[in-house]
């Protein structure tokens, strides 16, 4: 990745385009923590993250879910939400009372009915609503989301777009989505930003984005092969 | 887990040791000498327990920490003429110190390399012994003291029940939480605020800390240590067969797997000793096919009371 740099605003929702290999799942894990960058600062509230580990980073304030999912399958979908809850940054220590908050997340991303399904036999749409469901029973303020959207069917798509902008609405959360599904980047956020070989080559909105010479070069290729 | 419905396993665990307790009481030295070893295998199968059990890192280097606890208790009998119960506490913290050194270095790797790098760890421990010349030939250290059965044996049956309820708290508490996290999804668990280091670290203490107190109460009841028995892979694979037969991670699994190992280790002893590793090794391989979550497992599925009480 070079000359990378991005500035996400309370609140905002920025989605995070380009094609395979351009470093879009990188920067992510640089950001949560997961892999050290080699320069370069990223910072959180004016606070220094880039020398913590991914969990001091979810303490604060920023969480991650997995591009695959990674449930604990050992455990119900309540009981690895109650994990987030204890771990986050939200002091709650009690296993009981952190049950019970799983529970009301749970029914926040629509799956109130699946609080005692163990984890390993969920539905991959399931599946990624536990990863959206753990972030955000973190008590994360920023939220990085690497393709929760992909793999989807186009009902589930729908269903999960209307029940992203839901929780926005309600939870105020900053979100940085990586995604391969411009329908749901492009109705999602309010900037976008294009990757290609790691670098930057388009920021705007969304409507920018999609006429962006550039942009469509880089999906579509070039319009004038000879040039 | 049921958290709202607390305690059944515990009220049974805790009759069992009850009647462990009175057994030797009223039936006197001759029990006690043949039951202290029953308790000695659960007192180990929970040590590896806290390991194995709860996260999945397969120690086969467990009978190190209770080669740790066999030697501080002989020495501090043997040479320095202290009570046995120090050489417990001794051992105690010895297994604690050396899981926190040792642990810090090798809970880094993960999987296999973790399984061999506890296999290393222990061919190391016994040619440094055996190089040892405050030790006898063959790391032997032996004493002389009339022995009183009934001390190590409540000794050892102290330890059990501290165990049953440490691994029953661990199990419901914040720290269970994130200990079946990263037993499942290691890197996941950090994702949502887990660390892996720490709560993998305070886990292999408590394996270090408990097999080292029991090896101390296993030296003191056969009045000595020497480093081919104390050493001996083959305790490993016990302590390893015992709660895979029981049921891994459990508050009653270890001491299912433990009664389940004994009984053919106590019968066979006398006619075919050679035969116990054999049934052990086949058992573990019938279960490990058919009931990958052991005894409780089965017990769990037979029935659906049984599936709420039993943890």
């Known amino acids: ?227 | 887990m049921n958290l709202q419905k607390p305690g059944l396993t515990l009220y049974g665990l805790f009759i069992v040791m009850a009647f462990l307790a009175a057994a030797a009481l009223l039936l006197g030295v001759a029990v006690s000498s043949i039951l202290v070893v029953l308790l000695i295998y659960a007192a180990l199968a929970y040590s590896i327990n806290f390991i194995t059990g709860m996260m999945g890192y397969v120690d086969f280097g467990h009978v190190l920490f209770m080669a740790i606890g066999s030697y501080a208790l002989a020495t501090l009998v043997s040479y320095y003429g202290a009570n046995p119960l120090l050489g417990v506490g001794a051992g105690a913290v010895l297994g604690l110190v050396f899981a926190f050194g040792i642990g810090l270095v090798i809970l880094r790797f993960r999987g296999v390399y973790f399984a061999i790098a506890t296999v290393v760890l222990v061919l190391a421990a016994y040619n440094i012994v055996l190089q040892l010349p405050q030790l006898g030939t063959g790391g032997e250290i032996i004493f002389n003291r009339p022995l009183q059965p009934l001390a190590p044996y409540f000794t050892i049956w102290t330890i059990v029940m501290i165990e049953i309820a440490l691994t029953y708290y661990v199990n419901r508490s914040r720290i269970g939480f994130g200990i079946r996290a990263i037993k499942s999804e290691e890197d996941a668990a950090s994702s949502v605020g887990v660390s892996p280091q720490r709560l993998k670290l305070i886990g292999y203490m408590l394996g270090g800390l408990f097999g080292g107190a029991a090896g101390a109460v296993y030296s003191w009841s056969t009045s000595g240590v020497t480093a081919g028995p104390a050493f001996d892979f083959t305790f490993s694979l016990l302590m390893l067969a015992m709660i895979i037969i029981g049921g891994v991670g459990s508050s009653i699994g270890p001491l299912l797997g433990a009664v389940v190992v004994y009984i053919p280790s106590y019968f066979l002893l006398t006619s075919v000793s050679q035969a116990q590793p054999l049934i052990i090794g086949l058992l573990v391989i019938i279960m490990a096919l058919f009931l990958p979550d052991g005894v409780v497992g089965l017990l769990r599925r037979s029935n659906d009371r049984l599936r709420l009480v039993l943890e």
Not at chain 1, 104 to 111: A, F
Not at chain 1, 195 to 211: K, N, Y
Request: hydrophobic share 40%; aromatic share 4%.
């Open chain 1, 1 to 227: 990745m070079k000359d990378v740099s991005l500035d996400l605003p309370e609140s905002a929702v920025l989605g995070l385009i380009g094609p395979n290999g351009s470093g879009k799942s990188t920067l992510l894990n640089v950001i949560a923590g997961v892999d050290k960058p080699t320069s370069g600062i990223v910072k959180l509230d004016s606070k220094r993250i880039d020398n913590l580990r991914t969990n001091r980073v979810v303490r604060y304030g920023l969480a991650k879910t997995h591009q695959i999912p990674k449930p604990f399958s050992n455990m119900t979908a309540r009981e690895n939400v109650a994990v987030a809850v204890l771990y986050g940054r939200r002091n709650i220590h009690s296993p009981s009372s952190a049950l019970q908050e799983a529970e009301r997340t749970l029914s926040l991303v629509g799956m109130g009915s699946r609080n005692d399904a163990p984890a390993g036999n969920l539905t991959v749409q399931e599946k990624k609503k536990l990863e959206l469901a753990r972030a955000i029973a973190t008590g994360a303020s920023v939220l990085l989301l690497d393709e929760v959207f992909a793999g989807l069917s186009p009902e589930e798509l729908k269903d999960s777009i209307q029940l992203f902008k839901k929780l926005h609405e309600e939870l105020h959360f900053s979100a940085l989505v990586v995604e391969h599904v411009m329908r749901a980047v492009l109705s999602l956020s309010q900037k976008v930003m294009v990757l290609e070989e790691g670098r930057v080559i388009a920021t705007g909105s969304p409507d920018e984005i999609v006429h962006d010479e550039k942009v469509i070069q880089a999906y579509l290729g070039s319009k004038n092969p000879a040039t």
